[in-house]
């Protein structure tokens, strides 16, 4: 059972910036979609970004386009999201999601809380 665990969120001010950060217990190498979902008070999941192998990544809204990137780093099994220009309505638990063809993990989510 792969277990995924998220870090970096936190309280951030408005135009500031988080690095989130999702570690997998195993090898991501068999995941062939990895992404960020993110689920805001009173609002259902929506997608933040997600890059699948030998894709570009690609991101939920023009807006996080601009401001988001996902990356991933496979010799240390992390999937990470650099967010920049953060606006209260990102205010929301950040979920790390990772895929293969058979099966689908999520982790515990972290908060992220954008305030001045």
Known sequence: QVQLVESGGGLVQPG???????TASGSILTFNRMAWYRRAPGKQRELVAIINS???PKY???SMKGRF???RN???NT???QMNSLKPDDTAVYYCF???ILYEYWGQGTQVTVSS
Request: proline residues 0%; charged residues 20%; glycine residues 16%.
């Open 79 to 81: 999937v990470l999201l």
């Open 16 to 22: 500031g910036s988080l690095r989130l950060s999702c």
């Open 69 to 71: 990137t996902i990356s």
């Open 74 to 76: 496979e010799s240390l």
């Open 98 to 100: 990772a895929g293969d």
């Open 60 to 62: 939920g809204t023009d």
């Open 54 to 56: 030998g894709e570009n």
